[in-house]
Nanobody, 126 residues
Framework: QLQLVESGGGLVHAGGSLRLSCAAS????????IGWFRQAPGKEREGVSS????????RYVDSAKGRFTISRNNAENTVYLQMNSLKPEDTAVYFC???????????????????WGRGTQVTVSS
């Protein structure tokens, strides 16, 4: 069974950067689309970015466009989320998740994802 572990979260000042990693174990990531999601206290889980298995099709929520970059290294079995120009409203627990994608763009809906990591906290101070 595929397992996902997020890392790279932390506390940064507004305008700073973090790079989150989503590492897979017990199974290869190369056949899965991967999504990054976040959940702030009292709010629903939100799709931030997603990438298909080849790394060619990418999606971003509007608030992340121009600031976040998703990428994957299938040889390292890892997906990354580079986050620049961070804002206090980016504060949340960030999760990665995997889905089997047959065709089309990778989803940003949490309901479409089958396997989840436990999350990493990102806190952006003003």
């Amino acid at each position: 069974q595929l397992q996902l572990v997020e890392s790279g979260g932390g506390l940064v000042h507004a305008g700073g950067s973090l790079r989150l990693s989503c590492a897979a174990s017990w199974h290869t990531l190369e056949h899965y689309a991967i999504g990054w999601f976040r959940q702030a206290p009292g709010k629903e889980r939100e799709g931030v970015s997603s990438i298909d298995s080849s790394g060619e099709d990418l999606r971003y929520v509007d608030s992340a466009k121009g600031r976040f970059t998703i990428s994957r290294n299938n040889a390292e079995n890892t997906v990354y989320l580079q986050m620049n120009s961070l804002k206090p409203e980016d504060t949340a627990v960030y999760f990665c998740a995997a889905m089997t994608l047959i065709a089309g763009l990778p989803s940003l809906s949490p309901h479409d994802y089958e396997i989840w990591g436990r999350g990493t906290q990102v806190t952006v101070s003003s």
